[in-house]
């Protein structure tokens, strides 16, 4: 079933709560909102109504640190539910979705407008708003009252902030005309229309930074937020700003959460470090030997990495974790890919992730002739049509020459030795006397590689590549 059938079908729920708009006047609305900068409009309801709204400050208003006042503001009313109508009136109807002050937020996006626009071309004239019943969560409740409502501490048409989202909220819209309804999607710009109530949280935490008005408590809280949305990258730097505030008895807690959150990002030597620094407090710390030991094998150093599962096992040696993990290392010091196509999958993916960087994963910068090194090394794994076993073969011998940094540039050097005699050196890598060519010779070329990041990456790529429950994840 469609989730548009579902929605038609759950019309007939009495329990459902549905608004409805004209869609050109919520078009309008977006349109003025993306003219005056608003990043987000607010669904607002209450005892004045049930209106989308946008404004200038966004969430921000005359309760908020610093103080902002709203300006320019632009608000549609819901059929049905438009301010002329008495308060008594309008508290009952809004009542069927909360009794008390409802603020959701949603984001505006230019992707947005022209989807609003197509569907008004093709014949579509409302937008509706399915919901069921809102509750407020449990963090939210007064527990002396849990039946009471939440009530906004300045209204928001009289200039008030726009809260958080206090209900987990599941708000769905559609497009509609007399005979067919269709979902509006759920991302516009790569992100999601609905702001939740972690995203809102670090929307207001980045305002609030931009005023230097954050404290300690407020860098502790937000690592909540960006973990639950998996922005890795800012949990980790903004737990770095809280080193020096850490009492010593929290100092292996600090580390050894720290050390995690960099694992996240896909930081692996930082997260190595800070499991070494959580053992320097807790030194028999099964799970930490363990997570060093991990971090030691996924980058090639399989001796040390050996060290620290041998401790760990003196510890528990009937841990079936550790055993899995030990069991991992052994297929990556026999070679045991998962497949033909593993390696080159793996190293794709963990020179992209690096590369671009972002919120998820912490970004490496790769210069021109360490970026071409990798590209040309990915052309080499590439599995096709060979005979697989004699590939494999191949892999295993690329891998052990290129998984130490001494070995690797030798094999980079002779590569590029061969790539001269045949050719192709000056079209391929830009290496010649030529007036386009970036580079005079090969060692000058090298010498601009870094060759430490390449290794570290074919280390990292070929511990997955040995994983099949790695691979799965990656090929996600």
Not at 421 to 442: A, F, R, T, V
Request: one cysteine or more.
């Amino acid at each position: 079933m469609s989730t548009s059938n579902k929605f038609r079908n759950k019309l007939n729920n009495e329990d459902l709560f549905t608004a409805e708009w004209k869609l050109n006047e919520f078009q309008n609305l977006v349109e003025y909102g993306l003219d005056i900068g608003s990043k987000y409009f607010f669904l607002v309801g209450g005892g004045h109504g049930l209106y989308l709204m946008v404004r200038d400050t966004d969430s921000e208003g005359l309760d908020s640190k610093p103080k902002r006042f709203p300006k320019d503001v632009f608000e549609i009313f819901a059929e049905g539910f438009e301010r002329e109508l008495s308060v008594e009136e309008l508290h009952n109807k809004v009542g069927d979705l909360y009794e008390g002050d409802i603020c959701l937020w949603f984001r505006l996006s230019e992707q947005l407008l022209a989807d609003v626009k197509n569907k008004i071309d093709i014949g579509y004239t409302k937008l509706r708003m399915l919901s069921n019943p809102l509750v407020l969560e449990r963090e939210h409740q007064n527990p002396n009252q849990p039946g009471g409502f939440m009530v906004h501490n300045v209204a928001i048409f009289a200039g008030g902030s726009c809260p958080i989202d206090v209900f987990n909220a599941n708000i769905n819209f559609q497009y509609t005309n007399k005979s067919k309804c269709l979902d509006i999607q759920k991302v516009f710009e790569d992100k999601d229309l609905f702001v939740d109530k972690d995203e809102a949280k670090i929307i207001k935490f980045y305002i609030k930074e931009e005023t230097e008005l954050n404290d300690k408590e407020d860098y502790f809280n937000i690592r909540t937020s960006f973990i639950n949305k998996h922005r890795f990258v800012e949990a980790v730097n903004y737990t770095l700003l809280l080193e020096n505030e850490v009492e010593e008895e929290f100092k292996f807690t600090y580390y050894s959460q720290l050390a995690q959150l960099h694992l996240y990002a896909e930081d692996h030597i930082s997260s190595l470090e800070c499991n070494l620094e959580a053992l320097k407090y807790e030194p028999n710390n099964l799970p930490i030997l363990a997570n060093t030991a991990n971090r030691l094998r996924d980058i090639g150093n399989l001796k040390e990495a050996g060290e620290y599962y041998n401790r760990a096992l003196n510890i528990d040696g009937k841990d079936e974790i550790l055993k899995h993990n030990i069991e991992k290392m052994r297929s990556i010091h026999f070679l045991k890919l998962v497949d033909a196509y593993s390696f080159h999958e793996a190293l794709e993916y963990h020179f992209s992730i690096r590369k671009y960087g972002g919120f998820y994963h912490t970004k490496f910068d790769y210069n021109g002739p360490t970026e071409k090194i990798i590209e040309g090394l990915l052309d080499l794994a590439l599995f096709e049509n060979e005979d697989e076993e004699d590939f494999l073969s191949f892999l295993k011998s690329l891998y052990s020459n290129t998984s130490i940094a001494d070995s690797c540039q030798e094999f980079i050097r002779k590569y590029l030795e061969e790539c001269l005699k045949n050719g192709s050196l000056e079209e391929k890598w830009s290496i010649g006397s030529n007036d386009n060519s970036l580079y005079k010779n090969i060692n000058y070329f090298l010498s601009e590689v870094d060759f430490d990041k390449i290794c570290f990456l074919i280390n990292r790529a070929w511990s997955d590549a040995c994983d099949q429950g790695r691979m799965e994840f990656i090929n996600q």
